[in-house]
């Protein structure tokens, strides 16, 4: 397993979910929702910075069925322009059903789905990012591609 902090990312179309990893990447922990406005790309790049992320997993959405359509095209484009910004290593792992599972948590916490988006979108990088950190421990490889 390797040792480092890892930012896990969750990106929308109006709101980014972020979450970290302890720096012995065991556990994903919410940190922050960033709208999608021009300075989310630097506030990006300060979270790297501050968290010293050794690499920044990003969600992809597949489909059910395995195939990647609009959302996963939109998520390859961001990884490139998110690689092309920041100089940290960028992994695209499948993350079907983390919205649906980040809501049914926020929801069994009593935390209403209208109110709760911001934080729905950190549960989901949350999801993203311990999925992936669990499929490195049992695998012993880093997961998803490297962009």
Not at 36 to 65: C, T
Not at 69 to 79: D, S, T
Request: aromatic share 2%; charged share 25%.
């Amino acid at each position: 397993m390797r040792l480092g902090r890892r930012l896990g990312v969750d990106v929308g179309d109006v709101r980014i979910g972020v979450a970290q990893s302890d720096p012995e990447g065991l556990i994903a922990t919410p940190i922050t929702t960033l709208k999608v406005d021009q300075d989310f790309m630097g506030e990006l790049l300060r979270l790297v910075k501050e968290s010293q992320a050794i690499e920044i997993v990003l969600g992809l959405p597949i489909s059910l069925s395995g195939i990647e359509g609009e959302a996963a095209l939109k998520a390859r484009q961001f990884a490139i322009r998110l690689r092309d910004e920041i100089p940290t290593p960028i992994r695209l792992v499948d993350e079907r059903l983390s919205t649906v599972v980040a809501t049914h948590a926020m929801r069994e916490s009593g935390v209403n789905s209208k109110k709760g988006r911001a934080k729905i979108d950190q549960m989901a990088a949350v999801v993203i990012l311990q999925s992936a950190l669990d499929a490195e421990r049992s695998s012993g490889r880093p997961p998803g591609e490297l962009v």
